[in-house]
């Protein structure tokens, strides 16, 4: 481990020489992605540095039972090498899983759609019960969300609501949303009691920089129309809301949050480069979800992720045969040991299978 690690520190010396080159600090895309391996490599350094520094004291402690004849001298250090050794081992453990490649895009910012499916006007209120439950999360987070649009239906819900997301390693949370979200209730609208089966699906993206996606701005065709949803006399008479479509591959966003049509053609632009990239994250996402349970592709909304039964209060995340009973305080946004959990199951598989850092 100690030579993998102080490979990973040549490494790390070598982004820091590249770093100070004026030909990668012009080149924005490649200065980008150095400056955040650097960082990325700081905490595993770190751990060389302090591993190697136990394992020295190891082999002196070792050698003072060998040829110290002193009693005293001996049982301090056979007391010293046993506390070194669980450190070591404790800190071996905790390396193994600092080398599991971290996927690049976690890091990244998200665009989440939350989309209802079957069960009619009980699947649109759901849509906004999950909006809610992800809202309060983001709070906690301390993340930013921004609407980018919404289409209200009956009974108070929504077909789909759209929304950006800012912070830090959102993506790298949010993606174990992505998936189909069933609930099971009796609906306000059902009259004799029964309980109902409805679903969700929720899409969650890595935001496409600019660096990521390049557009030609004439393959671009924009539209404008009024928005929907709340804001009195304004949506009624004001054309603010925007459409853009990319006319190579007939990819379209759009925007009506915002009162500014240059602000709502900023939203729609950062969409669309995200739904251009993600034709080719798909590729990498169906990769991953071919060889474990805990992401499902982005783009199978078919795939049935978490189930949440009201007259039980169960939350049942299929993926890692979890099952919590305190539905009231998930969905009110502690969603977090959810996801903490199936982030270890990954690690583990990943473990399992050997994957680690070259």
Known sequence: ????????????LDVEQQLSDPGVVSDMKRFKKLTKEYKDLAPLVEAFEILKNITSNIENNRGILKSNEDSEMKEMAKMELDDLEDQKTELEEKVKHMLIPVDPEDSKNALIEIRSGTGGDEAA??????????TKYMEKKKW??????QNESGAGGFSKISVNVTGENVY???K???GVHRVQRVPKTESQGRVHTSAVSVVVLPEADEV???INPADLRWDTFRASGAGGQHVNKTESAVRVTHIPSGIVAESQESRQQLRNREIAMAALRTRIYEKEYKKHI????????????????????RT?????????????GLTLYHLDSIINGDIQHIIDSLKVAENAEKLKAGESIA
């Open 176 to 178: 174990y949303e992505s």
């Open 1 to 12: 481990m100690l030579d993998k690690l102080e490979a990973i520190k040549n490494r790390r």
């Open 212 to 214: 990521d996606v390049v």
């Open 172 to 174: 790298g949370d949010m």
């Open 286 to 305: 169906e990769a991953i979800a071919s060889k474990r349970k805990t992401m499902v592709s982005t783009g199978d909304r078919s795939a049935k992720i």
């Open 308 to 320: 949440y039964n009201y007259p039980q209060g169960r939350v049942t995340d299929h993926r890692i």
């Open 125 to 134: 209120i759901f849509v906004g019960d999950l909006f809610r439950m992800y």
């Open 144 to 149: 930013k969300l921004e609407l980018v649009s």
